[in-house]
C-alpha cells in the first residue's frame, strides 16, 4: 500500500535569523543593541573587502581605507533596515547582511580609485584600438568586425548610447562610477547599454559578421 506523500517542509529563516529579524524591529534598548551588533558586523565584512582590494589603491592612506570601511557599513546597515521585510531566509541572516556590506565597500572603492579622474566618453580612440592584435595570425574577418563596430558607435547609437557604451566597455568606466557622474542609476545604464549592443548586433548581422560580447557578463557584476 502506497503511503500519503508528505507536503514538502515549509522554507523560511532558521532560528537565529528570526531572532536577528526580531530583534532589529524591536523597540528600545532591544532594537538599539541588535543595531550595534549588526553594524558591528557590518564593518568586519567592510574591512574584509577593503582589505582584498586595497593593492589596487597604493595612493590612500590607513585612514582614508578605515573611513571607507565606516562609510560602508553605515550605508549597508540603512539599506539592510529598509529592505528587512524582503529577507526570505534563502540563507543566513547574517550571510544575507555580510553581502550588503561587501557591495558598499566595493562600490565606495571604485568611486574612489576614479575620484577626480576624467570620464573617457568619446570614441575617438577606436581606430587605434581595432589596429591592436593578439598576433599576426589575426584574421581579416576580426578586423573587419571591429571597423563595422567603430562606424556603427559613429552611425546607429545615440549619442547618449555612445558614450555610456564606450566608457564602460571601451575605457572601463565601473558603471556605478558612470551613474554618479550622469546622475543615473545603474539599471537605467544597463538598459542603454542592453539596446546599444542590440543596435551593434543588428548592424553587424546586415552586414554578414557576427558580434561575441564577453565583457557584458563582467560589468553586470560591477
Do not use: C
Amino acid at each position: 500500500m502506497s503511503t500519503p506523500s508528505q507536503a514538502p517542509a515549509s522554507v523560511g529563516p532558521d532560528a537565529d535569523s528570526r531572532a536577528w529579524l526580531a530583534a532589529l524591529a524591536a523597540d528600545g534598548a532591544r532594537g538599539e543593541a541588535a543595531r550595534v551588533r549588526l553594524r558591528e558586523l557590518l564593518l568586519r565584512a567592510a574591512r574584509f573587502e577593503i582589505g582584498r582590494r586595497r593593492a589596487g589603491l597604493p595612493h590612500l592612506r590607513g585612514g582614508d581605507f578605515d573611513d571607507l570601511a565606516q562609510q560602508s557599513a553605515n550605508d549597508a546597515l540603512l539599506a539592510i533596515l529598509g529592505k528587512l521585510d524582503t529577507f526570505r531566509g534563502e540563507s543566513r541572516f547574517t550571510t544575507w547582511a555580510y553581502k550588503f556590506a561587501l557591495l558598499e565597500a566595493a562600490v565606495k572603492l571604485r568611486r574612489r580609485a576614479w575620484q577626480g579622474r576624467e570620464i573617457p566618453l568619446e570614441s575617438e580612440h577606436w581606430a587605434t584600438f581595432a589596429d591592436q592584435g593578439d598576433s599576426p595570425a589575426e584574421s581579416a574577418e576580426g578586423r573587419e568586425v571591429l571597423g563595422s563596430i567603430g562606424q556603427a558607435l559613429e552611425t546607429e547609437l545615440s549619442p547618449h548610447q555612445r558614450e555610456v557604451l564606450v566608457a564602460v566597455a571601451l575605457n572601463g568606466v565601473p558603471i556605478d562610477v558612470l551613474a554618479e557622474r550622469l546622475g543615473t542609476t545603474r539599471g537605467a545604464l544597463y538598459k542603454t547599454m542592453h539596446d546599444a549592443r542590440k543596435k551593434l548586433r543588428a548592424h553587424l548581422g546586415d552586414a554578414g559578421l557576427r558580434f561575441t560580447d564577453e565583457a557584458e557578463t563582467a560589468e553586470a557584476t560591477q
